[in-house]
């Protein structure tokens, strides 16, 4: 049997089917006899071939990984022009209909958070809250904002009656509010001011 430079000639064992030296009278691995086995010439290439295509492949799969991170990255990277709002409040989800009432009184400012970032919609606008919220309107706006539409510094709580007459000052031309929760106020705001 003549060895070929390029290639190798090995023997399997029967038993076992382990690869031997093409000299071998019995198998490394289970000492089965070797001695009525051919040898069989295998090309240079048998081995790199398959290292080869496992390369590839392992290539292929990191490349998609890859691929799939940047395009996810690029995609949801430049979400900031799609939110409801740039400022969020933590009591409230994204899609709540305060970010569609007063998109222009958010982003002025003029919706003031209260403990733990929450905007509490449904509670009771402070004189405080309701004087904040028209100072910082007025600074978007550069207008000046009539007097009696502010509360007393003094007074505790804004009443729904009182809320409704401050509103008539500053132009309000809706139905009076049944109520003076946050939600109703600041969207009556921004109807009023935000034009």
């Not at 400022?87 to 998109?103: G, K």
């Not at 505790?156 to 106020?185: C, H, Q, W, Y």
């Amino acid at each position: 049997m003549k060895r070929n430079v390029k290639g190798k000639v090995i023997k399997y064992c029967p038993k076992c089917n382990r690869e031997n030296i093409s000299r071998a009278r019995y198998c490394g691995a289970c000492g089965y006899s070797l001695q009525m086995v051919e040898a069989v010439y295998l090309p240079l290439f048998y081995k790199p071939v398959k290292r080869a295509a496992f390369g590839g492949a392992v290539l292929a799969a990191v490349s998609l990984l890859l691929f799939g991170g940047v395009l996810a990255y690029s995609l949801f990277n430049g979400l900031s022009s799609v939110r409801a709002s740039a400022r969020s409040f933590s009591d409230v989800p994204l899609d709540h209909p305060i970010y569609a009432f007063s998109p222009k009184l958010i982003a002025s400012g003029a919706l003031s958070p209260r403990k733990n970032d929450s905007l509490s919609p449904f509670e009771a606008v402070s004189p405080s809250e309701w004087n904040f919220s028209l100072d910082a309107a007025s600074k978007s706006l550069g207008c000046q904002i009539p007097s009696g539409a502010y509360c007393d510094a003094s007074s505790k709580e804004l009443s729904v009656d009182d809320m409704n007459k401050k509103l008539k000052i500053l132009g309000f031309s809706g139905e009076p509010l049944p109520t003076s929760a946050r939600i109703a106020a600041f969207y009556a705001l921004e109807r009023t001011l935000m034009k």
